[in-house]
């Protein structure tokens, strides 16, 4: 079944639907830290999942919903070796021309990177080794050594922009080509400006930078549309703040070691506040 996935579904086309979302990464010191907005409608079922270490696959926490009715796919999470990753939506560009040499992606690619990588530069190496088809997200990996990078697939080409200093941050144009659109950003840039202001960085400090920088809209005929789940992840010490449609006053907080050591879970995140 894998195989016939692996030819039939190019599933990472279906990654691209989230219009809004914020994520970025800061070393400062012994912290590292990284965070996410992630923006889409209200009445997605979202999924928070803990799968523990085995034989030669890293333990992790995952968020994300299901693709096609019943294809369970991470959004973003981290590793036990402190590995996070997440997506945003960018503008259509021209994806790296298919190879033969390379795997297809498919619907479990994202988790596969959490159980199988524990470095950025093993991140970025694991991900040229795929043919990832009709993209229209970049990535965000970020370890907890402070080294982090973005993964674009933009131009034809397989594009990996490092940290230039002790932050980066993303949301939906293109680093490598902010021509494209969504650019300029407002949130971008307040994110920026607002964790290079801060003496200090804490994850009460980060938590309010998201807040900041959450949408929300409520059409015309009721839809509910905006920042559905942000996190704030200590890669350091495996901790994750969890706060559900913008309740920023209710954090849920866990410890990956911890729900590790509980077994494997899958639980609706709304049921959990």
Request: neutral net charge.
């Amino acid at each position: 079944m894998k195989l016939i996935l692996h030819l039939i579904i190019p599933s990472l086309i279906v990654i691209a639907q989230l219009d809004g979302c914020t994520i970025f990464t800061i070393h400062r010191g012994s912290q590292v830290l990284a965070g996410n907005n992630e923006d889409s409608q209200y009445s997605t079922a979202v999924k928070i999942w803990f799968v523990p270490p085995t034989a030669g696959r890293y333990g992790r926490i995952c968020f994300g919903w299901n693709q096609l009715f019943f294809f369970r796919q991470a959004q973003g999470g981290m590793n036990d070796q402190g590995l996070f990753f997440d997506w945003a939506l960018c503008p259509d560009a021209v994806p790296p021309k298919f190879s033969l040499k390379n795997k297809v992606a498919t619907f479990n690619m994202p988790e596969n990177l959490l159980a199988e990588c524990a470095t950025v530069d093993e991140a970025v190496a694991w991900l040229g080794r795929f043919n990832i088809l009709f993209i229209r997200s970049h990535i965000m990996l970020a370890d907890r050594r402070g080294n982090s990078a973005v993964v674009e697939w933009v131009d034809g080409e397989f594009r990996v922009i490092k940290k230039n200093g002790d932050i980066q941050v993303i949301t939906n144009f293109w680093l490598s080509h902010p021509e494209l659109g969504n650019y300029p950003c407002p949130r971008y840039d307040r994110v920026t400006e607002s964790i290079k202001a801060m003496p200090i960085i804490s994850v009460e400090r980060l938590t309010s930078t998201l807040e900041d920088v959450s949408t929300y809209e409520r059409t015309k005929d009721g839809n509910e549309y905006g920042t559905l789940y942000s996190n704030v992840y200590d890669l350091t010490h495996g901790d994750v703040y969890i706060y559900f449609k913008r309740g920023f006053d209710i954090p849920l907080n866990i410890n990956l070691e911890f729900e590790l050591k509980r077994g494997k879970r899958v639980y609706l995140l709304e049921s959990l506040f």
